[in-house]
């Protein structure tokens, strides 16, 4: 039978017709009517030719093709011992999705597929051992076919502080594939793996593109054989994952988005479908987090000008960092303690805990619970739960705890759980600071989603942040089990402006931390005005981090009216559909969000650098309704914007009002913002 999936303007086409392995005729665009002659004829007509010098039948690339039938690509599923042959149990429907069921030797292997609403396809892969010795599964990625006009890669690479860098790429015949061993997504993650046609761009071409939902290792690629065939491959990275008679091996899922509407078009079928299952939890507070703040200088003295501060200004949450705990006077020490330090805290968080909450703020905590410092009592006393020994390299002064060991495990929950069972804790930020480096991590990364699982399930108001050394661990297997991401450790606008767009196109705004830092970031030694750290934070789930304790009366009154504005907008903005422009001057860059019902857009256009030429290019509003009129004014943040020329533009001033089809053309003049500076428009339908 020819099984066909369709939502949203999007089709999956399998032939599972025979003996053979189905075959995904097509993922991609919707294609019109198609009763089952027409699905027949489909899959007939695509039959590929016999090639010169190749096997004697015409060759489909399977689901899982083998190399014994023909397929010198790259394996999708991989299980040892080795199996010649594999049978086709049967495929059929299961609910609204389409379950493939076959057999490689005594591995049974299950592929089911489901299009959400949105259009994003899930494929789910899993292998039960039905013999009576060992396997091993090396491989159960999900292979899916691009057409070979999908000839450009948009995948992403970074560093510290430096997350969701974009690298392009065409690449000729043969694979590009990115493995990851980080043993969580680490600053050079591949993120949302994108194949398009040449020159994509946000707001228009055809792509092609997948996501493992696994916050371990991955590999990633792209197949484009000589035969004129091209795949898509995904999946987690396994280095042998061994299996006892009996067992079976799930495999995250793997999440693949299709647009002919650029990358724009995949954040508006992915944003609504994350919106759909992850923990809605009310407006977002406005966060201030102490760690740039006061780093490990911690006292009630030292916090309790902050906090007032904090209230001030109207934050909403004030989330206490890294340095509370026993014995945690710097990095080197402690993890693994997780008791309030007794020297800095004599009557616990209390006190604290206390004057935040009389400020009317709720309060967050910071915690690294899958590491341990070699110089901690909980090494000294258990050298064996520890998944790195304390000879092993080390990172950041620090190891990891085997949380795939059952006490290791207890012994963090029930601190955990003793924590937030004492104190009205509202938020935990979640640490990770360096990479697992050991083979087999995937156990560790169950294990924590099952620590992440029970403590949500004993717990099921506290909000969880994930953090790794910034945002090395953003992915959407941790997003259905937290609340929010930290970025990236880099709180300069200019670095933020590039990292919230990249990873804006798979994660929606409300999801991500981004918060107003110091004049001079921290960690690039870079100043900023105030104006563009306002205007940079606003977009995403926003904070403070900074000693606003020892602002004057007029900056604070800056920092009070930008989080009335976020409170104004912040529905919109954490609701609404993400817009992107393709600018050609690279010191440009423009971006927004549109109401879901298109009666609203704010939008910020961005000097990264000087403007390439004298004047810059002109200021384009899309996704709005083109038959509309809006009226257009600028967003005053509380900050002033710096220009570098005499006049601004005459238009400025009061606004102007014209219809979503003329704004989206991109004709408002712009004025000549100094470099480091962004000008946000709000337009309202009139
Ligand atoms: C790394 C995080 O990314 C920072 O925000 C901060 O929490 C430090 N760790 C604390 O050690």
Redesign the pocket.
Same mark, same amino acid.
Do not use: H, I
């Given at each position: 039978m020819i099984h066909h999936l369709r939502a949203a303007g999007v089709d999956l086409i399998i032939d599972a017709r025979g003996t053979a392995a189905p075959v995904v005729v097509h993922w991609g665009r919707a294609l019109g009517d198609l009763d089952t002659a027409a699905l027949t004829a489909l899959a007939d007509a695509s039959a590929p030719a016999i090639a010169p010098s190749s096997i004697d039948h015409p060759f489909r690339v399977s689901v899982v093709p083998l190399l014994t039938e023909g397929w010198t690509g790259r394996p999708a599923v991989e299980i040892s011992p080795h199996a010649a042959a594999l049978r086709h149990i049967g495929t059929g429907r299961d609910g609204d999705a389409v379950l493939t069921m076959l057999a490689l030797g005594d591995a049974r292997i299950e592929l089911r597929y489901a299009l959400s609403p949105e259009g994003v396809l899930l494929v789910d892969r899993r292998v039960r051992n039905d013999g009576p010795a060992d396997i091993e599964v090396r491989a159960l990625a999900a292979l899916l076919p691009v057409p070979s006009r999908a000839r450009e890669v948009l995948d992403f690479t970074g560093r510290w502080a430096g997350e969701r860098e974009p690298q392009r790429l065409r690449p000729g015949h043969g694979v590009w594939a990115r493995d990851t061993r980080h043993g969580r997504g680490g600053h050079d993650d591949p993120f949302l793996f994108t194949v398009g046609t040449p020159g994509f761009g946000f707001r228009h071409g055809e792509v092609w593109a997948t996501h493992v939902a696994w916050s371990g290792d991955r590999s990633v690629w792209l197949e484009r054989s000589d035969l004129g065939a091209s795949v898509v491959g995904a999946g987690e990275r396994l280095d042998g994952h061994v299996l006892a008679p009996g067992e079976t091996y799930a495999a995250p899922t793997v999440v693949a988005v299709w647009s002919d509407e650029g990358l724009d078009g995949l954040s508006a079928r992915l944003h609504p479908w994350v919106r759909s299952w992850a923990t809605p939890r009310g407006p977002r507070p406005v966060t201030l &987090?102490t760690?740039e703040a006061v780093y490990f200088d911690h006292s009630l003295e030292r916090l309790t000008p902050l906090v007032e501060a904090a209230a001030r200004v109207g934050a909403e949450r004030l989330v206490l =960092? #890294?340095g509370w705990f026993h014995g945690r006077t710097d =990095?080197r020490r402690a993890l693994g303690d997780w008791t309030v330090d007794e020297r800095v805290w004599p009557d616990g968080l209390g006190p604290l805990i206390s004057r935040v909450s009389e400020a009317g703020l709720q309060f967050g905590l /910071?915690v690294?619970p899958e590491m341990v410092s070699a110089d901690s009592d909980l090494a000294r006393a258990h050298p064996d739960w520890m998944l790195t020994p304390a000879d092993a390299v080390s990172w950041r002064w620090q190891h990891v705890l085997d949380l795939t060991h059952p006490d290791a495990w207890r012994h963090v929950f029930d601190s955990l759980d003793a924590l937030l069972t004492q104190y009205p804790i509202a938020a935990l930020?979640w640490?990770h &600071?360096r990479d697992l480096l050991v083979p087999h991590s995937g156990g560790q990364v169950r294990a924590l989603y099952r620590l992440l699982d029970a403590l949500r399930a004993a717990h099921p108001d506290v909000e969880i942040e994930s953090?790794?050394?910034?945002g090395a661990r953003i992915d959407l297997g941790i997003l259905r089990r937290v609340d929010r991401f /930290?970025t990236s #450790?880099t709180n300069d606008p200019l670095a933020r402006q590039r990292i919230q767009r990249w990873t804006g196109i798979l994660i929606p705004p409300e999801f991500l931390g981004s918060h107003v830092g110091d004049e001079r970031a921290h960690t690039t030694g870079r100043t900023a005005s105030m104006a563009f750290r306002l205007a940079t934070a606003l977009f995403l789930h926003a904070g403070i981090e900074s000693d606003i304790s020892r602002l004057d009366d007029a900056q604070l009154d800056v920092l009070a009216r930008w989080t009335e504005v976020y409170r104004t907008h912040r529905a919109l903005v954490h609701g609404g559909t993400a817009v992107r422009s393709d600018d050609a001057d690279p010191a440009l860059l423009q971006h927004g969000v549109v109401s879901p019902d298109r009666t609203e857009g704010l939008f910020a256009y961005v000097a990264l650098d000087r403007f390439e030429a004298a004047l810059p290019s002109p200021i384009s509003l899309p996704g709005l309704d083109p038959l509309r009129r809006y009226r257009v004014r600028v967003c005053d943040v509380g900050a002033p914007v710096r220009t570098v020329q005499d006049a601004d533009p005459a238009w400025l001033a009061n606004g102007v009002e014209l219809p979503g089809s003329v704004l989206a053309e991109g004709v408002l003049t712009a004025p000549l913002l100094a470099p480091g500076e962004a000008l946000l428009l709000h337009a309202v339908a009139v």
């Open positions: &987090n760690w =960092d #890294d =990095d /910071w690294e930020k640490d &600071n953090c790794a050394s910034g /930290w #450790d």
